[in-house]
């Protein structure tokens, strides 16, 4: 199956590269697409020939069976480059793995894993002079696929259509956040597609985040469908605390979505002597030890910013402030340790890279 669709993959080079039109300095997140995608059609129970083409628009029925009923499911990764030209993709194979759980939750067909990895690499390897150097500046690459039936009944499409395209992407500054605990709206219930990163999941966050947002708090922390009394993730990020020498984090359900930057930063712990523990964590426990004082640490972790410090929590109309964030050992340090290993400044000692 890998060499089979492999051996197919049609590059149709563009003739004059648009890199020269973008502005370097001043790279928004998302908005800006290198040269290439992409694109491979699943007819008839079976992938067609994957093709690599100039990025471009699309031309699709109205009745497009994904514009209605969101029969679709993405991943999020980056690629980055160091000064000696070497290209890394990190932890490629979890998102090949994810993308297939996502797929199969939203009864859609999957990709080989190890095809979707090469599909990826191909790519990012063709736009590779895209990726830019600067310190925290890396490539964001999406993969995603849509149900393609120009046909409005409800029902599983028999047509999809896998693309990837790649967005190079400046230093996500994170400003730390101010975060609210919300106890009325839910993201995710048990038997629902909240482990998915499924589209309908992000649509539905969109109105009680604007309504926090316009309370002056930039990200919610979700709580559990049934009691609003646990911790789930922040915003479309994993949270992870430090309360006392204990790393923690919500252990991962059907209502969490296993997160990679996650995983890593708690095997990351665990390797530098923290105690870990991945578990229940209700509120109350977090704003206990914010109150005693054991509260040290507390971010939410994603592909996108890596880490995302948070500053003040607010719980039921009260605003509870955290540690310094400079004063943080545990974030500032794993971060760091995660840039440089993205970019090949330090062994590879988990065996996370794919270099090339
Ligand atoms: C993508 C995502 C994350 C983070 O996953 P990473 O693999 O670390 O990028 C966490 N929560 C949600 C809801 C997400 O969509």
Redesign the pocket.
Known sequence: MENEILQQIDIHQIQQSRKDSVDWDNLPFGRVFSDHMLVIDYVDGAWGKPVIEPFENLSLSPATSVLHYGQTVFE?MKAYRNDNDEVFLFRAD??AK?FNQSAIRMCMPTIPEDVFVQFVQTLVDLDREWIPTNEGYSMYIRPFMIATDPYVGIRPSATYKFMIFTCPVGAYYTEPVRVKIETKYT?AAHGGT?FA?AGG??AASLYPAKLAAEQGYQQLIWTDAQEHKYVE?AG???VVFQIGDTIVTPKSSDTI?D????KSVMEIARDWGYKTEERKISVKEVIDAIESGELKDAFG????ATIAPIKTINFEGRDYELPEVAERKFSNEVLDYLNRYKHGETEDKFNWLIKF
């Open positions: 999020g979890q998102n994810r993201r909240g990163k999941n992000y993730e479309t990020m994993n979505l997160g990679i930057t996650r972790a994603g592909t996108a």
